[in-house]
C-alpha cells in the first residue's frame, strides 16, 4: 500500500476534522483497505486527491501541488460547454448560448424541437424541481428567475430533448488513470471512445454518464457521486487499484 497517498474529503459543517455526511461511509471505507484519509492535508503525503462538493471557482480550489488535479483540470469536466466540443458527436444534440431570452426559443424551433432541455454549464433546474429545466414546460422568464437565484456564472446548454424512458438507461462510468471502471465491467463502446478523448483534458478521475446510444455527460471524480450502485467498499477498491501501488 502507497502510503505517501491521501483522499482529503470535505468537512462536515459542524465538525472539521470529520467527514461531510455525504461522503463519510466512503472515507471510512478507503481508511478500512489502508487509505489515508483526512479532512486536511498531510505532509507526509507525496499525492493528494480531493473528494467533496462541488468546487465552482478557481480561488475555493486547493493549491497544493501535490494533488493530483489541477483547477483547470476539474473544470474542464465540471463545464459543459468546455469537454461539449471534443465528443460532440458521441452526446445528445447541444449549442450554447450568453443569454437566455427570447431568441433561444426560435433558435430551437429552428433545430426542429419541440422541447429542450436548458441547463446552466454546470448544473440544471433538476436541483430545484424536477421537470423545470424542460423548454416549454417552463418559460425561457421563469427560468431566468430560478438561474438568477442560484448566482451560478456561466453559458447556458440547450439540449435537445430525450424521452425520459431513453434516459433511463443512463449508467455511470469511472475513468481512473485513463481505465474506465464499471460494477459488471460492460463497457459500451460510446464510453471507450469518448474516454480515449477525454483523457487529453487532463484529469486523472472523471465520471462518463452514458446509455449505450449516447453520452449524456461528464463531470470531474472530485465531486462525483460514486452512485448507490456502487457500494463504498467497491468504490475504495477501485481507488486503491489504481492509487493505492
Not at 118 to 141: C, F, M, R, Y
Request: glycine content about 4%; some cysteine; charged content about 30%.
Amino acid at each position: 500500500m502507497n502510503s505517501n497517498f491521501q483522499i482529503v474529503y470535505t468537512a462536515s459543517e459542524d465538525d472539521e476534522n470529520d467527514f461531510h455526511r455525504l461522503f463519510k461511509s466512503e472515507a471510512l471505507a478507503m481508511r478500512n483497505i489502508g487509505i489515508a484519509v483526512s479532512t486536511k492535508t498531510s505532509a507526509d503525503a507525496t499525492h493528494l486527491m480531493y473528494r467533496g462538493t462541488t468546487i465552482k471557482d478557481e480561488k475555493s480550489y486547493p493549491t497544493d501541488s501535490r494533488f493530483l488535479n489541477t483547477y483547470s483540470e476539474n473544470a474542464n469536466y465540471l463545464y459543459m460547454s468546455k469537454y461539449y466540443p471534443h465528443i460532440a458527436d458521441l452526446c445528445i444534440d447541444t449549442f450554447f448560448v450568453d443569454e437566455l431570452d427570447e431568441s433561444v426559443p426560435k433558435l430551437i424551433k429552428q433545430k426542429g424541437w419541440s422541447k429542450a432541455f436548458i441547463k446552466k454549464d454546470l448544473i440544471a433546474l433538476e436541483h430545484v424541481q424536477e421537470g423545470k429545466s424542460v423548454w416549454p414546460n417552463t418559460s425561457i422568464g421563469e427560468m431566468n428567475m430560478l438561474y438568477d437565484e442560484l448566482n451560478i456564472d456561466g453559458k447556458y446548454a440547450i439540449r435537445k430533448f430525450i424521452e425520459p424512458e431513453i434516459m433511463e438507461k443512463e449508467l455511470r462510468y469511472w475513468v481512473f488513470n485513463g481505465r474506465i471502471y464499471r460494477r459488471d465491467n460492460i463497457i459500451p463502446d460510446i464510453v471507450k471512445k469518448a474516454s480515449v478523448r477525454l483523457n487529453k483534458l487532463g484529469s486523472k478521475y472523471y465520471t462518463i454518464d452514458a446509455t449505450p446510444e449516447m453520452i449524456i455527460e461528464v463531470n470531474p471524480g472530485e465531486s462525483s457521486d460514486r452512485h448507490g450502485e456502487n457500494s463504498a467498499e467497491l468504490f475504495a477498491s477501485w481507488i486503491k487499484k489504481e492509487f493505492g501501488k
